[in-house]
């Protein structure tokens, strides 16, 4: 339902079709920019050539495994909007191997409204038991002015768990993030 988007494509070196893939449909949507790197550098890297790249307000990432509902970027940047976020996160639907579905796989975030996320409780979420899916796979909407002004990028040296440690740095240098109940993006696990 958001339309007026840049999707910045980063293809990480990847050894399919992938590129003749993103090319054939940036010729066809002029909204689809291809961002082609020549070596394999791993998710972080990736992701910091895009959000380097980015000239839109607000910087959402999505895997190539994985999907939004139609409506979720709108959701989120209003989110952001009327809580003058500058991180916005949301529940996760799993889809796993054998087809299961999990709706909500957030157990924290109940309710009809959002919160906002301290760092203390960003780091309790990510460790305390029974609360469904950690908060560190979730998948931020960032204030891409926030991110500037600080310097804040993936650290490269981390393919697995680099998503949390940019979420906890941001919060660290005193971003304000926004949890909302809605569930937008739907994560495929492999």
Request: proline share 5%; glycine share 6%; net charge negative.
């Amino acid at each position: 339902s958001c339309t007026e988007i840049e999707c910045l494509v980063v293809d990480d070196a990847s050894s399919d079709a992938s590129r003749d893939i993103i090319l054939e449909l940036a010729q066809q949507d002029e909204r689809v920019k291809p961002l082609l790197l020549d070596q394999n550098g791993g998710p972080s890297i990736a992701r910091n050539r895009g959000f380097d790249e980015a000239a839109s307000d607000w910087i959402a990432l999505l895997d190539a495994d994985d999907y939004y509902r139609p409506d979720r970027l709108e959701k989120l940047l209003q989110v952001g909007e009327e809580n003058r976020a500058d991180i916005v996160i949301d529940n996760i639907s799993r889809v796993h191997p054998d087809g299961h579905f999990e709706e909500r796989a957030f157990k924290f975030l109940t309710g009809a409204t959002p919160s906002i996320i301290s760092l203390a409780e960003f780091c309790r979420l990510n460790i305390a038991p029974g609360r469904g899916l950690s908060i560190g796979f979730s998948k931020p909407v960032f204030r891409r002015e926030f991110l500037n002004r600080h310097g804040l990028r993936l650290n490269p040296r981390y393919r697995v768990g680099e998503d949390y440690l940019l979420l906890a740095e941001c919060l660290m240098r005193g971003a304000r993030l926004a949890a909302t109940p809605y569930c937008g993006y739907v994560y495929r696990v492999l």
